[in-house]
């Protein structure tokens, strides 16, 4: 059985830095790309970053790019996701999705999510 | 970029309904795009990948239909575990950026 969870959200102060894991099971992580897709309270889901088996093509949204770092680690099947400068509009729920195949198209199974919100 | 435009933004039906959404390439993406269920406080679903095909285990009330700009997306026979938020995602060639349309929230009428 699939399964993704993530860890690492919280409360934090604007400007800080927080960082996501998300540890796959029961299937091959390092033969897939995966992605962090967020939800703001009340608004639609939002693609955050994307990386491939191999980590040799990453892409972020326009949104978070320069602040938010997407990394890998195959051997520990984790997926990361480094959030410097954290803004109250980075709020949201923070999912792990595992893509379908090795370089990044479709999301075929998603994490439970955890919930970041950036507040002083 | 592309943009992609989802349509409606809401939408009431009853059980037994047909119901139809739409997405909208501002160019042409040949067959990349997806359809996810979301409902409050669960994971997304994948339902229909690369325009038509349905996801294993997915009802086959779902399809999808289209290519180029214009996709569709309908629910024959809504059931009451079909109320939630579908959303629509196009692939970037290469790959691995993607992009979500607004979403459709679909209620009970």
């Known amino acids: 059985e699939v399964q993704l969870v993530e860890s690492g959200g919280g409360l934090v102060q604007p400007g800080r830095s927080l960082r996501l894991s998300c540890v796959g099971a029961?299937?091959?992580?390092?033969?897939?790309?995966m992605h962090w897709v967020r939800q703001a309270p009340g608004k639609g889901l939002e693609w955050v970053a994307g990386i491939r088996w191999n980590s040799d093509s990453i892409d972020y949204a326009a949104s978070v790019k320069g602040r938010f770092t997407v990394s890998r680690d195959n051997a520990k099947k984790s997926l990361y996701l480094q959030m410097n400068r954290l803004r109250p509009e980075d709020t949201a729920v923070y999912y792990c999705g595992k893509d379908m195949g090795a370089v990044g198209a479709t999301i075929d199974f998603w994490g439970q999510g955890t919930p970041v919100t950036v507040s002083s | 970029d592309i943009q992609i435009t989802q349509s409606p933004s809401s939408l009431s039906a009853s059980v037994g309904d047909r119901v139809t959404i739409s997405c909208q390439a501002s160019?042409?993406?040949?067959?990349?795009l997806n359809w996810y269920q979301h409902k409050p406080g669960k994971a997304p679903k994948l339902l229909i990948y690369?325009?038509?095909h349905l996801e294993t285990g997915v009802p086959s009330r779902f399809s999808g239909s289209g290519s180029g700009t214009y996709f569709t997306f309908t629910i024959n026979g809504l059931q009451p575990e079909d109320f939630a938020t579908y959303y629509c995602?196009?692939?970037?060639?290469?790959?691995?950026?993607?992009?979500f349309g607004q979403g459709t929230r679909l209620d009970i009428k």
């Open positions: 995602q196009h692939y970037d060639i290469p790959p691995p950026r993607i992009t």
């Open positions: 029961g299937f091959s992580f390092e033969g897939y790309a």
């Open positions: 160019q042409d993406i040949r067959f990349h």
């Open positions: 690369d325009a038509s």
